[in-house]
């Protein structure tokens, strides 16, 4: 049974970041820069470049430089290591739309697809903290064995605002206003997830209609992640491709 719930908790996982991805570039063209803050005041910093269905982020981890390029469109996704020239590439399906017609984030569209083994069903409307949701129930078969969750999609953003897993663990999303960051006009939502036998545990967000992403999350423990100096308007084509020069190299085995 543990080994049913790893592969159905994986599919989830996968699910929530579909999500987020097609949040992060279904909108319009822009760049940000990256900051990460821990408790303990060290900082991260990177750049994030979204154009025409695709995203690119540069990174530091461990010293090292590393950029991740996602192409939506092409359903390709790319990490380079600029301190050795060096690239891998992995296929990364995002559903049954064709290239090139990915919609934007609607709670009409099946969460599933793309999804191997995890199956939704639309299961009408309901409201979740006062906001109008379509809820889709997924479930995974293994060996005669079914588990099943639910994800609520919001109506009019398109956004998971609630999802249970067959656990017992629980998000629920609550929209508290709107507020003004940077100059630009954002919605504060606050994030309570709950595990069972221990307490909810809480973070916030500022979701950017215009860019469809949260541009600053605070989590539990002092950690926050935020983007600034956000610059709307076309991204340059040469930052969604691999640099000449660079080698292939093979992916590690995945562990057993």
């Known amino acids: ?23 992060e570039i279904a909108g319009v063209q822009f760049s940000a820069d990256m900051i990460s803050r821990g408790p303990d005041g060290q900082t991260a910093t990177g750049k994030m470049s979204v154009g025409a269905n695709r995203m690119r982020i540069e990174m530091s981890h461990q010293g090292q430089e590393v950029i991740r390029i996602h ?36 709670a009409e569209t099946n969460p599933c697809q ?4 995890l199956n939704c069903r639309r299961a009408g409307e309901e409201d979740v903290a006062g906001r109008r949701a379509v809820k889709w129930e997924m479930s995974m078969t293994r060996e005669g064995q079914t588990l099943t969750g639910a994800q609520w ?36 939502w606050e994030m309570t ?24 999350e605070e989590f539990p423990g002092g950690f926050v992640r935020e983007l600034t100096n956000v610059q709307v308007g076309p991204q340059p084509e040469a930052l969604f491709s691999v640099p000449d020069g660079y080698s292939r190299m093979e992916p590690p085995p995945a562990p057993r």
């Open 71 to 106: 192409d939506q469109t092409r359903q390709m996704e790319w990490m380079l290591f600029p301190d050795r020239q060096t690239y891998m590439e992995r296929s990364v399906p995002m559903g049954a739309a064709a290239p090139g017609q990915m919609p934007a984030p609607s």
């Open 193 to 216: 997830t709950t595990v069972p036998n221990e307490s909810p545990a809480q973070s916030l967000q500022w979701y950017d209609p215009q860019l469809k992403l949260a541009v600053r």
């Open 153 to 188: 999609l919001d109506v009019e953003r398109g956004l998971p605002l609630k999802y249970q897993m067959p656990d017992g663990q629980s998000m629920e999303l609550r929209m508290l206003g709107t507020e003004s960051i940077a100059g630009r006009t954002v919605e504060k």
């Open 114 to 117: 793309g999804i191997e083994g």
């Open 1 to 23: 049974m543990r080994l049913h719930k790893q592969a159905y908790w994986a599919a989830l996982g996968g699910l929530l970041l579909t999500c987020s991805v097609q949040a």
